[in-house]
């Protein structure tokens, strides 16, 4: 399976950034801060449950649903 | 809002000094920086003492910064007019260990401002974060900040002209330490913040794979000791690689820019850092540029953005400035501040979305 991930990521800074940009770029970079950098995953990236797990403890940090 | 300054030494004087020439602003906030050769709880007394109908916040430094001139032994500070500042609070953090400080402040802004920190609009407002600079807290503090709200909070590490003792943060009145300050600010004119640091990618990567994170420290690059990479790197001998420290940081590459992380000390095999990496982070090898050319274009840009500026706060890397005074450029670095009202100071770390080493952070107040 693939693409989890992108999507997780995606769902964050949509949710977290509500469409605006300057708030979605300061999403990525908290991410990146975080450890995870939204550009290494792409729709084809796996579905690593290791990495997957950390975005869901961030998604809760941000008070995000996931 | 205005800028300000003393040398005098007296703290009662030095406030006084610097009532006088803000006083005619009637400031909606006082931000001042100062020297720790200043007794910090006389002199945070004083300040209050002297503005009465505003709240004074500030920290100590490794050097301070006003309008044109880069200072030491000194206070500095800018007076923020009603026309500039529509609201202002400030909030005192004493516990850095967990995220409660962070929300008991954010509860205080959403009473005042009448709106939860998770939904305050990040366009119309902006906050300053001073937080001392020997708590080894910094990276938690933001981090719990960004979790809590959108709005951007930019800032510095209080110093202590590098005695590395103890560091203050100046609020109601006092001097704290192991604590930070957070002013949550309404502008009533344009504001914008510039990061800016000199250095530009080597093209080398490190991937820091074993770290402890708790003490700043990068035990493995790239699955071997630490310092042997690194000096691999630079193309240093081992017992050299610390001499490459300022001039070879190494930066988390976020929207293309870095995000520096500057090596303090090797211990044994590992490398200490001024701020922390997490594991599997990878990192790219800096090579330092021209402190006074890009500061001057990131001024120059800004103000191509804006127009005009209104007001500048200056939070500046202490190892900037070591680097500006071996290369005799302090007088270079301050004028290019010369026709913006501005204060600063010489920070043990910089505050912008996360915690930062080897950067300016700048709060930018427009027309």
């Known amino acids: ?66 | 809002m205005k800028a300000a300054y003393t040398t005098e030494k007296n703290p009662e004087k030095a406030a006084a000094a610097i009532f006088e020439q803000l006083s005619e602003t009637a400031p909606r906030m006082v931000l001042f920086f100062a020297s720790s050769e200043y007794d910090p709880e006389a002199l945070s007394r004083e300040m209050q003492g002297a503005f009465t109908d505003c709240p004074t916040v500030g920290c100590t430094t490794a050097g301070e910064i006003v309008s044109g001139r880069m200072l030491k032994g000194a206070v500095t500070a800018m007076g923020f007019s009603a026309s500039t500042l529509v609201d202002a609070r400030v909030q005192l953090v004493r516990d850095l260990s967990g995220p409660g400080g962070v929300e008991a402040a954010f509860k205080n802004f959403a009473a005042h401002f009448g709106t939860p920190m998770a939904q305050l609009d990040p366009m119309t407002h902006i906050g300053i974060i001073l937080i001392d600079g020997l708590s080894g807290a910094e990276e938690r503090i933001m981090e719990h900040i960004g979790d809590m709200t959108n709005i951007q909070f930019i800032g510095g590490s209080a110093g202590d002209d590098l005695k590395l003792k103890a560091s203050h943060v100046f609020a109601d009145g006092a001097a704290h330490s192991g604590a930070a300050v957070l002013a949550l600010l309404k502008p009533g004119v344009a504001f914008d913040t510039i990061k800016t640091q000199s250095f530009q990618e080597t093209g080398r990567e490190l991937t820091a794979t074993e770290v402890d994170e708790g003490r700043r420290e990068v035990i493995r690059f790239n699955g071997r000791p630490a310092s042997q990479v690194y000096a691999e790197a630079v193309g240093a001998a081992p017992d050299a690689a610390s001499e490459r420290f300022m001039h070879n940081p190494v930066g988390l590459m976020a929207g293309g820019e870095p995000y520096v992380r500057s090596p303090q000390q090797i211990i044994g095999d590992r490398i200490k850092f001024y701020c922390n990496v997490k594991e599997g982070m990878t990192l790219s090898l800096l090579e330092s540029t021209d402190i006074v050319a890009d500061t001057r274009k990131a001024i120059v840009d800004k103000k191509a953005e804006m127009g005009d500026l209104r007001g500048i706060v200056n939070f500046h890397c202490i190892l900037r400035t070591l680097e500006l005074e071996d290369k005799g450029l302090t007088d270079a670095y301050g004028k290019l501040f010369s026709h913006i009202p501005t204060v600063g100071f010489s920070t043990y770390g910089e505050q912008y979305i996360g915690h930062i080493n080897q950067t300016s952070t700048m709060l930018v107040f427009g027309k």
């Open chain 1, 1 to 66: 399976m693939s693409g989890k991930i992108k999507s997780m990521i995606d769902a964050i800074i949509a949710q977290r950034s509500k469409g605006n940009p300057t708030v979605a770029k300061a999403v990525e970079t908290k991410l990146i801060l975080k450890g995870i950098d939204p550009g290494d995953f792409t729709a084809a990236s796996p579905d690593d449950p290791a990495v997957m797990e950390k975005l869901q403890a961030m998604a809760e940090q941000f008070g995000v649903s996931l």
